[in-house]
């Protein structure tokens, strides 16, 4: 049985939300990681079933989360489970299951507190990007293919650049959501240069990936420089509100 939750593959338990914000996903990790591994967009489909049920299933814990609906059980084990019944809960696989449950916790702590300070936020935003990072890891055990660091944090510092254009462009809904946003972060810490940070962070990012694309062995750093041009191609590039440190 595939539920999560009671193991009935009839049981609904996925909302409709956690769906949608999965397709938006799926659709990235269709455009941008599969031409890596030289594969036609429409292999999603071969391994839809699993991506699209642990996807959907992270932004359901996500949801509740925002919402204060907290477990007494780690909010990812039934994730967990659905992996180990399959065959694909490894190191790899686990180890990025707990980075989205640091995120988890930062994001309920953050409701009770503001952050510490810039590292904090930082660390964050790359712990929220894991949902990419196990997908990937997915896609490795699916294809059969070894897992390789220098590839996984290259991929990293992209999805640290797409966390942080979508928040940017995504931070007055936040802010109406009530829901955690690198700029808001910023603001909570009391900067006096909150627009100069942020736009100092991502260029920081952009110096990250550029290097990667660099270093890395051929003929991984043309396929890694083709992904990030995908995505530059895809997402305009935002602009941080002019009068964010006004509000």
Same mark, same amino acid.
């Given at each position: 049985?595939?539920?999560?939750?009671?193991?009935?593959?009839?049981?609904?338990?996925?909302?409709?939300?956690?769906?949608?914000?999965?397709?938006?996903?799926? @659709?990235?990790?269709?455009?941008?990681?599969?031409?890596?591994?030289?594969?036609?967009?429409?292999?999603?489909?071969?391994?839809?079933? &699993?991506?699209?049920?642990?996807?959907?299933?992270?932004?359901?814990?996500?949801?509740?989360?925002?919402?204060?609906?907290? @477990?007494?059980?780690?909010?990812?084990?039934?994730?967990?489970?659905? /992996?180990?019944?399959?065959? /694909?809960?490894?190191?790899? &696989?686990?180890?990025?299951?707990?980075?989205?449950?640091?995120?988890?916790?930062?994001?309920?702590?953050?409701?009770?507190?503001?952050?510490?300070?810039?590292?904090?936020?930082?660390?964050?935003?790359?712990?929220?990007?894991?949902?990419?990072?196990?997908?990937?890891? /997915?896609?490795?055990?699916?294809?059969? @293919?070894?897992?390789?660091?220098?590839?996984?944090?290259?991929?990293?510092?992209?999805?640290?650049?797409?966390?942080?254009?979508?928040?940017?462009?995504?931070?007055?809904?936040?802010?109406?959501?009530?829901?955690?946003?690198?700029?808001?972060?910023?603001?909570?810490?009391?900067?006096?240069?909150?627009?100069?940070?942020?736009?100092?962070?991502?260029?920081?990012?952009?110096?990250?990936?550029?290097?990667?694309?660099? &270093?890395?062995?051929?003929?991984?750093?043309?396929?890694?420089?083709?992904?990030?041009?995908?995505?530059?191609?895809?997402?305009? &590039?935002?602009?941080?509100?002019?009068?964010?440190?006004?509000?």
């Amino acid at each position: 049985m595939d539920s999560i939750t009671v193991f009935n593959d009839l049981q609904p338990i996925i909302s409709l939300k956690a769906l949608e914000k999965s397709g938006r996903v799926l @659709k990235a990790f269709s455009l941008i990681y599969l031409p890596f591994h030289g594969l036609p967009l429409e292999e999603l489909f071969e391994y839809y079933g &699993t991506f699209a049920f642990v996807s959907a299933s992270i932004y359901q814990v996500d949801e509740l989360n925002e919402r204060g609906e907290e @477990k007494s059980t780690p909010p990812l084990d039934e994730i967990r489970t659905f /992996l180990l019944r399959r065959g /694909l809960l490894d190191d790899s &696989t686990a180890e990025h299951l707990n980075e989205g449950e640091l995120y988890l916790a930062f994001e309920r702590r953050l409701r009770r507190e503001s952050p510490q300070d810039l590292e904090e936020i930082v660390t964050a935003m790359k712990r929220r990007s894991s949902d990419f990072r196990l997908l990937h890891c /997915l896609l490795h055990r699916f294809l059969e @293919k070894p897992y390789c660091a220098s590839v996984f944090d290259a991929f990293a510092s992209l999805e640290m650049l797409m966390e942080m254009d979508d928040d940017i462009s995504s931070y007055e809904e936040d802010v109406a959501g009530n829901t955690f946003n690198f700029l808001r972060g910023l603001k909570l810490l009391r900067l006096s240069n909150v627009r100069e940070t942020a736009e100092s962070l991502r260029s920081r990012v952009i110096c990250q990936i550029e290097e990667f694309s660099s &270093t890395l062995p051929q003929p991984i750093s043309a396929r890694y420089s083709a992904s990030v041009e995908t995505y530059l191609r895809l997402v305009p &590039t935002p602009s941080v509100p002019t009068t964010i440190d006004r509000q």
